[in-house]
Every structure is written in structure tokens, then in C-alpha cells.
């Protein structure tokens, strides 16, 4: 099980690529996203409503006090940081424990005790690049491909792979529990 | 080679995804973005001073008639898009030949015709994320891994990886050209 903390959330400027955290955190197979840094109750909406349509379970939600989720939290840290160690140096490492991992997200501007309570500070790649890139490239390689065959439950519209076009149709994975 | 071509881009709404996409493009080993949609020379110079200070070569420019680079274009077009068939369906015969690459990677509205021009439709998921995390993940699998090894040309600044804290050094890739 994978949560991601996004920390440092601005309202105004990060509204899109924290969405896009979000979605990426979901797609490639995170259970959940907490948000850090300012409410953005609208941004929460707007994720929670692609889960509601594209399929979960998936949750997001919004935590002011950071350090208590991390006091709290019982698996292991894991700061995504350009500054970090090679994801590839590390990534076996990181998954020979079965603890929950909590992933950090963060800006430019990560309190820098993260990188001391962090268990691993993981670079993907030593560059600037993206807080969207760096997590969906992570988690992939966490999962090794296989949230590429990630199977969303109770999806209200799903899409049919096509060659070229779009094929979206009405949900179709059985939903036993509302039957 | 790969060149990426990103569509539709609006100055206001979309200066920083794009600005990330040019960052994960080169992060992740694409050549060079070409920007279409609306013309914005503040990005472009912002890519090409995480360029000066990073290290290259990576190129960025702004192309308005998308149709002529499209029919231009002598390798195959790929086109990234939660509609099309999953990547690690078509990942291998995308590598079958050494031609150049051009991704396009869009907004959600993508002129229909790009489906048809494109030699394939490749979804990273079939799921809505971003078109950022979706390049990174198919220049990733593209370059299976050795993109994250890749080492950039006479650099102003580097990271050296680190544990916990932030290394930053002067270049350090020696620049025989300037000697």
C-alpha cells in the first residue's frame, strides 16, 4: 500500500499539477493522496470526481499538520528529491520491506528536516524536471509495469483501447456489491 | 532522436504543465519540445535557462503550423493518449525501427485528425493523469531505464547524489569545446 504526501500546496499556483499529482497518484497505483499546505476543497472535489467516474478506490484528502502524519506514520518515508540517491540504486532496497510507504511530494521549498525523517531520499534522476513525473516514473518502477494493468472497481465510464480513436463506454466491470 | 510536439498549448492556463513537460522531456532523454498553440517566449526562455545552468544540448521552440511539421515529419508519430492502446502492448514494436520519433502529447482537446496521422496511439493507462507523467513513463520505458543514467553536457551546476541533504557543485563535466 503506497500514500503520497503532498506537501507545500499552494491554492492559487499549484492547483493543476497538484490535480495532477493526484491523478497520476492514482493511475499508476497509489491507494491515496494527502494534501498538504493550503485547503484547496475544489482540487478534492474535482479528484474525488474522477474516482467517482473512472473507477477506486481512491482517496484524497487534506492535512495541515504534516508532522503528525509522519510522527504517526508506521512503514517507511520515502522523499522524492532531486537531490536524493539514484532511483535505480535504490529501488530493491526500498522494496524489500512490505511496510507501507508513504511517498513525499514536495516543491522547491521542502522544510529540510524531510530529508532527515525521510527513511530514503530518492532521486529520479539528479534533474529539475516535475513533482508529477518524478512520482508516476517512481511508482513505476516500484510496481515494476504491473499498475499498468490496474483494474479500477465500480468505474462508471471506462475506455476500449483503440488504434484510432476513442471508445469510451458505460462502466462494465461488475459491481457485486450493488447488485 | 525523439522530438516531442506539444499541442494546444494556452499561455495563461498551461505555463507550467507545459513548462514541465519540456523539463521531463529532457529529463527523461527527448532531444527537443516543440511548442504549437499559443506562442510564449517567457517558457521557452525559462526551458533554456534550466538548459544553460543543467547542461544540454536539449532545444525548445515554438512552431504555430503543427500541420507542416506533422507532414513533414520522415520517422513514425506517436501519439500519447488515454484512448489508444496500452504501452506495454506496443512498446516493442515502437522500438522495431531506428527511425526518429516525434511524441505528440496534447489536452484533452486533441484535433481528431492527430488519430489518423499519428503511426500509433499509445496509452500510458487508459486512465486520466497528465500529459507530463505520460511522457516521463513512455520515454522511460522507450529508453528502458538508461535514461536515468544519462549524463548532460557541460553543465553550470550538478547534483551529487546524497543520502539526506542537498549537494550542489559547480559543472564538473569537463567542456572540451571551451578549453
Redesign the interface.
Known amino acids: 500500500m503506497i500514500k503520497v504526501l503532498r506537501l507545500g500546496h499552494r491554492k492559487a ?1 499549484d492547483a ?2 497538484t490535480t ?1 499529482v493526484c ?2 497518484a ?3 497505483g497509489a491507494s491515496e493522496v494527502i494534501i498538504s499546505g493550503e485547503q484547496d476543497d475544489k482540487l478534492i472535489e474535482n479528484v474525488n470526481d ?1 474516482t467517482e467516474r ?1 473507477g477506486g478506490p481512491f482517496k484524497v484528502s487534506y492535512q495541515k499538520d504534516w508532522k503528525k502524519i509522519l510522527k504517526e506514520w508506521k512503514g517507511e518515508i520515502i522523499h522524492l528529491t ?8 535504490i529501488i530493491k532496497k526500498i522494496k524489500e520491506s512490505k511496510n507501507e510507504k508513504l511517498i513525499i511530494v514536495g516543491g522547491p521549498r521542502v522544510p529540510g528536516e524531510i ?2 525523517i ?1 527513511d530514503f ?1 530518492v ?8 513533482e ?2 518524478a ?3 517512481f511508482l ?2 516500484f510496481f515494476e ?1 504491473k ?4 483494474e ?1 472497481e465500480n468505474p462508471k465510464i ?2 476500449i ?8 463506454v458505460d462502466g462494465g466491470v461488475k459491481d457485486d456489491k450493488a447488485s
Open positions: 499556483r493543476r499539477i495532477h491523478l497520476a492514482r493511475a499508476f474522477v473512472w532531486m537531490y536524493g540517491i539514484p532511483i535505480q540504486d530529508f532527515k525521510a531520499n532521486a529520479v534522476t539528479n534533474q529539475p524536471h516535475s508529477v513525473s512520482l508516476a516514473v513505476h518502477m509495469g499498475e499498468l494493468e490496474k479500477f471506462r475506455i483501447p483503440s488504434k484510432e480513436g476513442k471508445k469510451i
